[in-house]
C-alpha cells in the first residue's frame, strides 16, 4: 500500500474516532473497523485472491476502501450495503480520494431486501451492520456463495448478545470451519474450502 493511501485511511479512522468519541446518536457514528481487522481482512483477501466481495455496512467507506484495495490487483469487485444515505455519500467520496471507486458498487437501502436480490456468486462475505438481521441474510446468501469462500462479522467480542444469533446460524453450516479471532473487536471467520 502505497503512503498515500496509507494516509488518507490513518485519516478516516482518526477522524471518525473523533466523530464517534463526540457524537450521542449511534446513527451518525461512524463505527470504523479497527486498522489491525481491516488489515487482517486485506491480508486474507490478497493471499487468496478474493475478487467477489460483498460488505454488509459501508459506513464512511473506511473499510471498503481496504476491501477495494485488496480486490482490484486481481481484477475484483465489491459490492457494498449501508441503508443511511449520509454515511453512502461520504463512501462515495471518500473512495474516489482513495482512487478505487470503479471498484465498488455502492447500494443504498435494506441490506437484507438487497441481499435478496443480488445474484453472487460471492467468494468473500463481511458482515458489519446491523447484527440482528445478519442471520436472515446469511441465509439468503447460501446459495449465492462460491465453494471457496470466506464469512466474516466484526463486534463478536463487542456485542456478543446481539451477534450470538448470527454465530449460532454460522456454526450450523455444515462444511464450514469457524473461529473466533480476538483482534479488534473481535472478528467470527468462517472458510469453506473447495475441496470439502
Do not use: C
Amino acid at each position: 500500500m502505497d503512503t498515500d493511501l496509507q494516509a488518507l485511511l490513518n485519516e478516516l479512522y482518526e477522524a471518525g474516532q473523533l466523530n464517534d468519541t463526540h457524537e450521542q446518536d449511534r446513527n451518525k457514528k461512524n463505527l470504523n473497523l479497527e486498522p489491525e481487522t481491516a488489515q487482517l481482512l486485506s491480508v486474507l483477501i490478497r493471499s487468496s485472491r478474493r475478487t467477489s466481495l460483498l460488505e454488509i455496512g459501508t459506513s464512511n467507506g473506511y473499510s471498503t476502501i481496504w476491501l477495494a484495495w485488496a480486490a482490484h490487483a486481481f481484477g475484483g469487485h465489491v459490492i457494498s450495503i449501508d441503508r443511511d444515505a449520509r454515511k453512502l455519500a461520504a463512501a462515495d467520496i471518500n473512495l474516489r480520494r482513495a482512487n478505487l471507486r470503479e471498484f465498488v458498487d455502492l447500494m443504498h437501502g435494506d441490506a437484507t431486501r438487497i441481499v435478496a436480490e443480488l445474484a453472487g456468486p460471492f467468494d468473500f462475505v463481511f458482515f458489519d451492520a446491523d447484527r440482528i438481521s445478519a442471520p436472515a441474510q446469511l441465509e439468503l446468501l447460501m446459495p449465492k456463495l462460491t465453494s471457496d469462500v470466506f464469512i466474516l462479522a466484526d463486534n463478536v467480542l463487542s456485542h456478543p448478545d446481539e451477534i450470538a444469533g448470527y454465530l449460532s446460524a454460522i456454526e450450523d453450516l455444515p462444511q464450514f470451519e469457524h473461529m473466533i479471532i480476538p483482534v479488534g473487536k473481535g472478528l467470527s471467520l468462517a472458510y469453506r474450502g473447495a475441496s470439502i
